[in-house]
């Protein structure tokens, strides 16, 4: 099905084979199509890496309230690159913190001051826009969110928190290592009942667990891209944020030459593809022949199976999900029961939906409407959505009849709306679980909450499969067993419809309007600079293999706070560790009162602590300079959305760094290092063994950051026992990571 090949891989005579000579490998990476667009935006003049300007960035409603207050604190004058803002996450999220539509009069009152694009809600989700507005060939494209993927499309699209985009904005840069490329080789053609959820969740299964394309970049060639559809393409392409890689591209060919016409942009259409002599890190080996419809269980895209494979033995399967499901929900008292779906063998789903920038596309909901043409989906306890990607996609859907024969089986149509991939729309029933063509099911992205007892969970599956099923009276079905036309249908782009409602203001900012400020929409706190010393009281330690985003700062409940930043904070690993935010704010009210000086019961504690350690003998003067704060410790947190608030709201509540093994982003370790937090790792014996309450001292730890030490002593401080010196690394931190960490968050960084 797909094959790895973990060795250095150079393109001879049109074909991937095994480089003889590893020493030719970073001279035949510059013939990558990846390295010809690094080249062209870097601004670097020595060194390896890349420091780039991007042709244009995008933000959606969840992140660019944050992003736009963090500039204006920065000192933002005017955008000085495309920045586009979409509407398509909280649009329907109706109570709990800031009313919508006070978002929405603040980006659009942002757009006119500094020059920005507004696309209003239910428009468009994000990342169909950018491929339909903002894509070319060549291009690069920032945005806040992880699925900032226009690869298809011979674009560099990557998905950061806030902070980086808010560098772009001061026309500062954007910093990396120069990325190792694996070539992702395509060949053969899909069979009929297979569609791009397929292909992706296939390969996220195959790469993920590994960590083999971690950061890296993925380039798709290979004769197999000729047989795939734009849409396909597109669908795929978008889904490379789930194995952990830096960025995607493809070679571009007619099909996406057609692209740029139909979408009545032929200038930004140019043919690339990989020379002689190009070098991969290594290769990702897809026969798409052999890939049969898939179904990624609860709780990751990784968690996949072919569908025929689960249905030849659900029984265990659902066993073995429900165990490993059971590690990740960390309460005792909830259970996900997936085996009470099986009837006579046969798995009953009880909802579904085909939503946002990877479900969502013209060609998914016209092979679901052929699969659903002449039937009727179960009303019994089963409902089934759709949501078009954009209003061009539904316009054409509507001129082509498609949407009748959607509604006319019984599905609901909805607007554009990226809720179902986040938790915001369609959440299911307490113990439901719905099939999905959506980006994620991690815990919560289904709207679940443990702390009420509300338990529910969702499986991604492909749009043909999903409409197989539904029309198969919710009982799980493959499309390769379905009757129905699955050729590409031709598609026609209606440029008027944005031409009537999106705002571009670009180059021509005015300075005197008023930004719209809602009630509920605040500045950030104020951040402190790094002191001399360091206290770090753990107040959570997570074991789990991998921690993502969603666990530190849920989805869903949380988007409607997503413009106050202390009422966000109060969200903080709720449903991972509910008692995090508690333990945090005593760890922030020993801080305050240090600065105001320490009641005697905590100098005296501390000071025996550290005497102990026989760091000084004068522990009253070196505690004046000794900041307390919180941290977090963990495996490898961080997969997943590139939204900022998984690391400011635990700077909010006084985080002073994270200890892991290692990062599984490095969108995440950015975002802790832009708002001040200190990315520590460590040796895995250390993460097995902390505790909550343990405190790690660090003296000269502000030395430590400017000097871009690569490791710093501590010692480990647990009541009742000897204190123990240990080892904490700093890794690959460069000079102005490490300055921003000393000035205490971004904003203080550039208002010096």
């Not at 060795?7 to 490998?25: E, H, V």
């Not at 109706?94 to 006119?112: L, P």
């Not at 053969?188 to 083999?212: E, K, M, N």
């Not at 779906?341 to 060609?363: H, P």
Request: negative net charge.
């Amino acid at each position: 099905m797909i094959r790895i090949i973990d060795k250095p891989q150079m393109i001879c005579q049109g074909i991937l084979t095994d480089l003889q000579d590893s020493s030719a490998l970073s001279v035949g990476r510059e013939k990558t199509i990846s390295y010809g667009i690094l080249r062209n935006h870097n601004f670097k003049e020595a060194g390896t890496g890349f420091k780039l300007k991007f042709d244009s960035l995008i933000s959606h409603d969840i992140t660019y309230v944050g992003v736009i207050q963090t500039a204006r604190a920065s000192g933002l004058k005017e955008f000085p690159v495309p920045y586009v803002l979409t509407n398509c996450h909280n649009s329907l999220c109706a109570v709990g913190g800031t009313i919508n539509r006070d978002d929405h009069m603040f980006g659009m009152s942002a757009c006119e001051k500094y020059g920005g694009i507004f696309v209003p809600a239910n428009q468009s989700v994000i990342h169909s826009y950018a491929r339909e507005v903002l894509s070319g060939c060549g291009r690069m494209v920032l945005g806040s969110d992880s699925h900032t993927r226009y690869g298809a499309l011979g674009t560099l699209g990557v998905g950061e928190g806030g902070g980086e985009l808010v560098k772009q904005l001061l026309s500062r840069p954007y910093e990396i290592a120069a990325p190792a490329v694996i070539a992702v080789w395509i060949e053969g053609a899909p069979r009929h009942g297979v569609g791009p959820q397929d292909i992706a969740l296939a390969l996220v299964s195959a790469v993920f667990t590994s960590g083999f394309v971690k950061n890296k970049i993925l380039e798709f060639i290979g004769p197999g891209i000729g047989s795939l559809s734009m849409d396909f393409r597109n669908g795929i392409d978008v889904m490379t944020t789930e194995t952990t890689c830096l960025t995607s591209v493809w070679r571009t060919d007619g099909k996406v030459k057609e692209f740029f016409e139909i979408h009545q942009r032929p200038e930004c259409y140019k043919k690339m593809d990989t020379q002689e002599g190009a070098c991969y890190d290594g290769a990702v080996v897809i026969d798409l022949s052999s890939i049969e419809p898939m179904i990624a269980f609860p709780f990751h895209p990784s968690n996949a199976y072919t569908i025929r494979e689960f249905l030849s033995n659900p029984e265990d399967i659902l066993a073995e999900v429900e165990l490993k499901a059971q590690k990740q929900i960390a309460n005792p008292a909830l259970h996900l029961n997936l085996r009470s779906k099986l009837r006579n063998g046969r798995f009953r789903v009880d909802q579904a939906d085909i939503a946002g920038c990877s479900g969502g596309s013209f060609e998914n909901l016209v092979h679901a409407a052929r699969i659903l043409d002449g039937k009727a989906i179960p009303n019994e306890f089963f409902t089934m959505s759709a949501y078009p990607a954009s209003n061009p996609v539904l316009m054409e859907l509507l001129k082509t009849g498609y949407i009748q024969k959607l509604i006319s089986a019984g599905v609901i149509m909805k607007p554009s709306f990226c809720g179902p991939c986040f938790g915001a729309g369609d959440v299911p029933s307490n113990g439901s679980i719905a099939i999905r063509h959506t980006t994620r099911n991690f815990p919560n992205r289904e709207g679940s909450k443990p702390a009420e007892m509300q338990m529910a969970s969702v499986a991604l599956m492909d749009a043909r499969s999903i409409a197989a099923t539904a029309a198969n009276g919710g009982y799980l079905m493959a499309a390769t067993d379905a009757e129905y036309d699955d050729s590409a249908p031709e598609y026609r782009f209606d440029a008027g419809i944005y031409c009537k409602t999106v705002y571009n203001g670009f180059g021509n900012p005015k300075p005197e309007t008023e930004i719209r400020m809602g009630p509920n929409i605040t500045d950030w706190p104020k951040m402190v600079a790094l002191q001399d010393n360091a206290v770090l009281t753990v107040c959570s330690v997570i074991q789990d293999p991998v921690t993502t985003t969603d666990e530190l700062i849920p989805s869903g409940d949380t988007s409607s706070y997503r413009s106050n930043p202390i009422r966000m904070s109060e969200f903080t690993l709720m449903r991972r560790d509910p008692a995090y935010v508690g333990r945090a704010k005593i760890t922030q009210q020993a801080e305050t009162a240090r600065e105001k000086g320490l009641p005697e019961e905590i100098k005296e504690k501390m000071a025996a602590q550290i005497t102990a350690a026989g760091l000084t003998d004068e522990p009253e003067k070196l505690w004046k300079n000794t900041e307390i704060g919180s941290v977090v410790c963990s495996v490898r947190p961080g997969d997943g959305s590139a939204r900022e608030q998984a690391a400011s709201c635990q700077r909010v509540l006084g985080g002073l760094a994270n200890i892991c093994i290692e990062y599984a982003t490095k969108r995440y370790r950015s975002n802790l290092i832009n708002w001040g937090m200190i990315p520590f790792t460590c040796d895995p014996e250390l993460i097995e063994r902390i505790e909550n309450g343990d405190n790690i001292f660090i003296t000269h730890v502000r030395e430590a950051v400017l000097s871009c030490k690569s490791s710093v002593d501590a010692w480990l401080l647990r009541e009742g026992q000897k204190p123990e010196k240990i080892q904490l690394f700093l890794k690959n931190l460069t000079k102005e990571e490490a300055d921003i960490i000393a000035a205490g968050c971004l904003i203080n960084y550039y208002s010096v």
